[in-house]
């Protein structure tokens, strides 16, 4: 009634009726979306490999098929098999990740677990092809299957093989990453001393790849050599933070800027500040993708030349500000995910034209043997998206010299397309070797840039160049520019420098540099992150961690961070001291996402056994070296103990650990196994886990991926159920403890699972365990 008298009541059963009958059609349109989504997931089930599908896509682009039929890339005859190829799902590709002697670990697991069983494996009368190495990776550290989701679910032994690869995959030990991607960090030749870029990283297979070459020898803690890795999308910086921190390596830094003007970064050598160069730089620039259509799906009716005439000057950008920051005999790798000549000859052209000798194109035929490559092209020509055709600079109309640039046709000159020597660059083409397609290109810095040898000193008065001077002076904020002459002395390069009277195709706009100027602060976009506090040497937390854990002269306290400049110390973090170098003389340069590897997290409990922090496992590999007591040797029975059961007495620890563990007051702790190379049948690699040793019993505290990742090492096959859930009854029970035991343990379990996005409390173990 009061409804009625505020308003007509026509009007309000109006608006009910509509609302009534819009509801039921939102249902039914739900519905009918739903019943779709079910059929097309079945039918992608029964004909895909994992992560490929979309039957209801038409895989065919007329406009795709006929410009690459012109360009001449596929050989003669071959073309039909390479679109077939391109319309096939791609085969689902593993990396094995981590350092040598755990890779090899898991190598073996693979293959004596699970390979040999599947080539005996037959499904609905169908022998299952097993997994195969890639030929050309080193060490057989790669391999692809082309098992479907639909075949996985018929077997038990394939189910548990997938569940193997997913926890393997978490713990960051087993990476999915496509073949060809794997390519360009093999040709960068990494060595661990190296410093390194990598411009465009996420969302970070690369990158690991990277940080894994920087840490092939374990024994060593700190190498010298880093990996910066950038990214313009700020969300996409996360996703690279969270793929780098599997690793868990000190020598990485996650940096939020936009390639194509990424700052230059200053550092202290000998007393006095010095520009940073990168003894190697991967470029792989954004691109249109479409040697992806094999797992892209939505670049078949998405593909258009187009693409590649709006790429080109971004990608031209980027490698022009790679160069500049590459070390004279360094080597830079660039690379994209396109078969367009545009988005790849063309680039490398204008570069190497661009360096005037100072850049040589490497051959990297031999490094990389079985790939099967083509030679790249040197003549293309540029279509529009009206499918007009165009050979060279001269035929362009000037309404489309907006769009079109000199820089994207060949040069004609035989002599000096000759000298470029183009066919150095390496094209894979997705019917050779089942893979996607792929374009790479190894870069070999011989000399200074000739802009910056041109122009020793400049000093402007303003930061914008007038358009007539631009052929004069090279663009952004300069600073003082050495030659480098072949005494070896190094160049320093102006921030944000282009090649000059380039400003169009460099730079972006005519009478802009490219980002802010260094006087202005940055502008943050996303989170705004903490701050990186390094500790001093006489910091007063350093007291008892120095006297628990008896930590050697020779540890770095000067590589020690934090995240807070207020209250207390929450968590201890540690880099290497080349990454410490360049965070304490660029903090107003560039944006840090994340770096460094926790080692230590406070324990408000801990204090009263000694020391507020307790070890981390994610840094226990970085800090063990330094710590001289609280280790207990443990055995491959004792790990099983200590991985299986929640909180095990000391007497079920062996005689050897339980004796040590005896001499040892409460508190954080150190397990270590030792391999023995007399018993092969036993992990030939070193094992360091964190744990905690309470008044009468012992606990590793250890995230739950990486406790199935040991246990499967040690021989016990760790799987879970369909539901995912975890094992409902433990070994150990919590009876007889201490209250003060039981609150300092759980305190620190919550620490453990909250801090890392992998871990559990220890309760939820594995949840099935069956000896092997």
């Not at 193997?164 to 496509?178: K, V």
């Not at 360009?184 to 661990?192: A, F, G, N, Q, S």
């Not at 705004?528 to 006489?538: A, R, Y």
């Not at 739950?704 to 499967?712: A, D, G, K, T, V």
Request: net charge neutral.
């Amino acid at each position: 009634d009061w409804l009625c008298s505020q308003r007509p009541a026509t009007t309000i059963f109006r608006r009910f009726f509509s609302r009534v009958v819009c509801c039921s059609k939102m249902g039914k349109r739900s519905r009918q979306r739903q019943k779709n989504q079910n059929a097309g997931r079945d039918d992608r089930d029964s004909n895909a490999g994992w992560g490929a599908g979309y039957a209801d896509i038409v895989k065919e682009n007329k406009l795709f098929e006929h410009y690459y039929k012109e360009q001449g890339l596929v050989p003669e005859g071959e073309f039909e098999e390479f679109m077939e190829a391109m319309r096939e799902p791609l085969p689902a590709t593993i990396r094995i990740t981590g350092y040598k002697s755990h890779a090899k670990e898991i190598l073996h697991c693979l293959k004596e677990k699970y390979f040999r069983d599947i080539q005996e494996l037959e499904i609905d009368g169908q022998k299952i092809e097993a997994p195969q190495p890639l030929s050309w990776y080193p060490d057989e550290q790669a391999w692809h299957t082309n098992m479907s989701r639909k075949i996985i679910r018929k077997s038990p032994l394939l189910e548990k093989f997938h569940q193997f690869l997913i926890s393997e995959t978490e713990s960051g030990n087993i990476s999915r990453q496509e073949a060809v991607s794997m390519i360009p960090p093999l040709l960068l030749k990494i060595e661990p001393h190296h410093k390194i870029l990598d411009m465009c990283a996420a969302p970070g297979s690369k990158t690991a790849q990277l940080i894994e070459m920087l840490h092939s020898d374990m024994e060593v803690p700190f190498p010298e050599g880093f990996v910066i890795a950038n990214d313009v999308d700020n969300k996409r910086c996360y996703l690279l933070v969270h793929q780098a921190k599997r690793l868990n390596s000190p020598c990485i830094m996650v940096v939020n800027h936009d390639a194509s003007c990424i700052p230059t970064l200053q550092i202290n050598s000998d007393g006095r500040k010095d520009i940073l160069f990168y003894d190697r730089i991967l470029c792989d620039v954004p691109c249109s993708g479409d040697g992806t259509m094999r797992k892209n799906i939505d670049v078949w009716k998405k593909w258009t030349t187009s693409n590649s005439l709006h790429l080109h000057g971004l990608q031209l950008r980027i490698a022009v500000r790679g160069v500049e920051q590459l070390a004279v005999g360094g080597r830079m790798v660039y690379s994209t995910c396109s078969l367009n000549p545009i988005e790849d000859e063309a680039v490398i052209a204008a570069l190497l034209e661009k360096s005037e000798g100072s850049l040589e194109l490497a051959d990297a035929s031999a490094d990389l043997p079985g790939l099967k490559w083509m030679p790249g092209v040197t003549s293309w020509k540029l279509m529009t998206k009206e499918g007009q055709w165009y050979s060279d600079w001269s035929e362009v109309p000037k309404s489309r010299h907006t769009q079109i640039r000199p820089t994207m046709f060949p040069p004609k000159d035989p002599e000096k397309v000759a000298n470029l020597h183009l066919q150095r660059c390496m094209r894979i083409l997705p019917h050779h070797q089942n893979t996607g397609g792929f374009f790479v290109a190894v870069l070999v810095k011989k000399a200074p840039m000739p802009w910056n040898k041109r122009y020793p000193k400049v000093v402007l008065t303003s930061t914008r160049i007038p358009l007539d001077a631009s052929s004069l002076l090279p663009e952004g904020t300069p600073e003082e520019v050495e030659e480098d002459g072949p005494g070896g002395k190094t160049e320093v390069e102006a921030e944000h420098e282009v090649p000059p009277g380039d400003s169009q195709e460099a730079g972006g706009k005519q009478d802009s540099v490219c980002g802010p100027p260094p006087s202005k602060k940055l502008r943050l976009f996303g989170y705004k992150e903490d701050p990186f506090v390094f500790l001093t040497e006489d910091d007063p937390v350093f007291n008892t961690i120095q006297s628990f854990y008896d930590l050697s002269p020779s540890f770095p306290k000067l590589n020690v961070l934090t995240r807070t400049h207020e209250g207390k110390k929450r968590h201890l973090y540690m880099v290497s001291k080349e990454l410490r170098n360049v965070l304490q003389n660029n903090s107003e340069r560039m944006k840090v996402i994340n770096t460094g590897v926790k080692v230590w997290s406070r324990n408000s409990d801990g204090a009263e056994f000694g020391c507020a922090f307790r070890l981390a496992q994610e840094g226990i590999y970085t800090l063990q070296p330094y710590i001289r007591s609280r280790i207990i040797s443990v055995s491959v029975e004792d790990i099983k103990v200590l991985l299986t059961q929640e909180n095990p007495f000391l007497s079920k620890l062996e005689d050897n650990a339980h004796a040590q563990a005896k001499q040892l007051g409460m508190g954080s702790i150190v397990l270590k196994y030792i391999p023995n190379p007399n018993n092969p049948s036993e992990p030939q690699c070193a094992i360091q886990l964190c744990g905690w040793r309470g008044k009468t019993s012992i606990r590793a505290f250890v995230p739950r991926n990486e406790r199935y990742h040991y246990l499967r090492m040690l021989g016990v096959e760790v799987f879970r159920d369909r539901e995912g859930s975890g094992q409902k009854k433990r070994d150990g029970e919590k009876e007889g403890k201490e209250e003060e035991e039981v609150a300092v343990e759980n305190e620190a379990e919550l620490e453990n699972g909250a801090e890392n996005e992998s871990s559990e409390p220890t309760t939820a173990c594995s949840n099935k365990e069956t000896k092997s």
